[in-house]
């Protein structure tokens, strides 16, 4: 005899999938935490500020705007996950210790703000440190061995290896400056086409470059002695080199000299001298012109204009060129011209002259 049994099995239905819960707020760096400041901070359902306290990430963890009085790590100790500020897992830390912290670390660089630095530096005193934390671009508290500031797009190095081209308008290197374009220091300038030098004494000026002593025209070369001028010479044509040195200067009855250009040989009577005489104004009213050893140029602006010789060879060659008004110039004194004692120079032409056995001979003249 067999037994049976009924009964009612029942199943139980499986859970239809529920809503996705909501999503955690997108957390954003907001510095660091200094309690008592008056910073306040505000989180939302989409965004909540993270903050560095004592070296620890916490996050805002209220809906709201909340001031800096409370302890992070305080409030999170004594409350937990209903703090206000909530510690941050310790692998999210060191993710977001990565892009947002102040001086974090990637590899041997530190990031702060705008700038990217090196671990290693100076500091205030000029000795070697690693305080990259004490880095502030307005100090030199801890000077970085290289510093790029992204912002601004600066970069600052302690020895610093470029291969490749340069493109700069401005900037220093060692003592020198770029202005445009121009290599300049305090008494020196470079350009492509020009080199000045500066000094006590005088100038150098090297290069073709158009100024007021050719009309314009180009020059390659001035050496100039201090106080000198350029401006007298009036030819309009290009010129290879020009020499200046100063003016004579009449002081009881001495006069002052130097010379533009000297060319020595191989004695103390040999070689060239070039220099520029000035005429003076005599006791008696005359003008004169005192011609001294080399070859001169002499700039005459009156008339009659004496010439005499003081200490100079056979072979001195003198011009004389008329810088006044006058039709012409009479030259007297120590000048002879066909057995005569005077010669004119006329105007807007210069008159040369040879000194031998203590006269000056007059040749034809010459038009600049």
């Known amino acids: 005899m067999g037994?049976?049994?009924?009964?009612?099995?029942?199943?139980?239905?499986?859970?239809?999938?529920?809503?996705?819960?909501?999503k955690g707020p997108f957390v954003y760096p907001a510095g660091i935490y200094v309690q008592g400041s008056d910073t306040q901070y505000t989180a939302t359902a989409l965004t909540a500020p993270?903050?560095?306290?004592?070296?620890?990430?916490?996050?805002?963890?209220?809906?709201?705007?909340?001031?800096?009085?409370?302890?992070?790590?305080?409030?999170?100790?004594?409350?937990?996950?209903?703090?206000?500020?909530?510690?941050?897992?310790q692998y999210k830390a060191a993710y977001y210790e990565i892009f947002f912290a102040e001086f974090a670390k990637l590899g041997s660089a530190i990031f702060s703000g705008d700038y990217m630095l090196s671990q290693h530096g100076m500091d205030a005193q000029g000795r070697e440190s690693t305080d990259f934390e004490k880095f502030n671009p307005a100090t030199n508290d801890f000077t970085p061995n290289i510093m790029i500031d992204w912002l601004r797009g600066k970069m600052k190095?302690?020895?610093?290896?470029?291969?490749?081209?340069?493109?700069?308008?401005?900037?220093?290197?060692?003592?020198?400056?770029?202005?445009?374009?121009?290599?300049?220091?305090?008494?020196?300038?470079?350009?492509?086409?020009?080199?000045?030098?500066?000094?006590?004494?005088?100038?150098?000026?090297?290069?073709?470059?158009?100024?007021?002593?050719?009309?314009?025209?180009?020059k390659l070369g001035s050496f100039c002695l201090k106080d000198t001028q350029l401006d007298g010479l009036r030819s309009t044509n290009p010129v290879g080199l020009v020499c200046a040195g100063l003016f004579d200067e009449r002081k009881t009855n001495e006069?002052?000299?130097?010379?533009?250009?000297?060319?020595?040989?191989?004695?103390?009577?040999?070689?060239?001298?070039?220099r520029e005489v000035q005429e003076f104004q005599g006791s008696d009213g005359n003008y004169y012109a005192e011609i001294v050893r080399g070859c001169s140029l002499v700039r005459s602006w009156h008339t009659p204009l004496y010439l005499y010789g003081h200490g100079i060879d056979n072979g001195h060659v003198v011009m004389v060129i008329n810088e006044s008004n006058e039709v012409h110039i009479d030259l007297r004194g120590e000048v002879v011209v066909n057995g005569n004692r005077s010669t004119k120079v006329f105007k807007q032409s210069c008159k040369m002259l040879v000194y031998m056995d203590k006269r000056f001979y007059a040749a034809s003249d010459h038009q600049t």
């Open 50 to 89: 993270m903050v560095v306290f004592e070296n620890q990430m916490y996050i805002l963890n209220v809906v709201g705007t909340v001031g800096s009085q409370l302890n992070p790590r305080d409030d999170y100790a004594a409350n937990g996950s209903k703090a206000t500020w909530v510690l941050m897992p």
């Open 3 to 22: 037994y049976s049994k009924t009964g009612v099995i029942t199943y139980k239905k499986k859970p239809e999938k529920g809503e996705p819960g909501p």
């Open 255 to 274: 006069i002052k000299r130097s010379y533009g250009l000297w060319v020595r040989g191989c004695s103390s009577f040999g070689g060239i001298v070039l």
């Open 157 to 218: 190095g302690k020895n610093v290896e470029i291969e490749g081209e340069i493109n700069a308008t401005k900037g220093k290197i060692a003592d020198f400056k770029i202005i445009e374009h121009w290599l300049q220091s305090s008494n020196m300038g470079l350009s492509g086409s020009q080199l000045t030098f500066d000094a006590p004494y005088g100038n150098v000026y090297i290069g073709s470059h158009p100024d007021m002593s050719t009309g314009g025209a180009a």
